[in-house]
């Protein structure tokens, strides 16, 4: 398997669309470890499966013009960094609903018990990570290497040794860059929250 995927990835390097498409069933499971990951954090209405998630993440990757890949480790990355944005999205478009977004307001008796809640957020985890989604934007913009760290790790679940494979750095870098970044994000989420009280 490591070799197909290594020539799908070659290929989708080369500027081969169609390899992206071939290599979607090929690494299919291990999207569905990552994403099945992501899913356990969140409490609630499960209407955005594992499965629902995967694909989301591979129309994001597949839509994109260029996607540099340089391996199985490094597609991997992306993947988690498509899973990043869907679901601060997804938290902030919800945020957003909460608090009227500009939509017309519906009584209680009106309401469809399920929307607003298509990945099982409650309010307080749509608000906290539709926050770590914005300290992550500001993060990316002074420490961008320690951000591809935090998507790997947290929104990935890649291992130590996944994450610096992705990356092309050592162990020892990614579990330094780990250590930065959550102490930097905790301080910032913690900012916000007083900010918010």
């Avoid at 607003?116 to 992550?136: K, P």
């Avoid at 860059?177 to 910032?188: I, S, V």
């Amino acid at each position: 398997m490591a070799n197909r995927v290594s020539a799908l990835v070659e290929a989708l390097e080369a500027g081969d669309r169609q390899a992206l498409d071939a290599l979607f069933p090929v690494v299919y499971e291990e999207l569905n470890r990552l994403a099945h990951r992501q899913r356990q954090r969140w409490d609630g209405n499960l209407t955005l499966t594992t499965t629902a998630l995967v694909h989301e993440a591979y129309l994001k990757l597949a839509g994109q013009r260029n996607l540099p890949t340089e391996n199985r480790a490094h597609f991997l990355a992306l993947a988690a960094r498509a899973m990043r944005h869907i679901l601060c999205n997804h938290a902030r478009d919800r945020r957003r609903q909460k608090r009227g977004g500009g939509q017309p307001h519906v009584s209680l008796g009106q309401a469809d018990d399920g929307e607003g809640q298509a990945l099982g957020l409650s309010d307080d985890q749509a608000d906290r990570l539709a926050g770590l989604g914005e300290a992550l934007t500001r993060f990316e913009r002074i420490a961008a290497r320690q951000c591809r760290v935090v998507e790997c790790r947290f929104f990935g679940g890649l291992s130590v040794e996944e994450t610096a494979a992705a990356l092309g750095v050592s162990p020892r870098s990614v579990k330094r860059d780990w250590a930065f970044a959550r102490a930097w994000l905790l301080r910032e989420m913690q900012l916000m929250l007083g900010r918010e009280a």
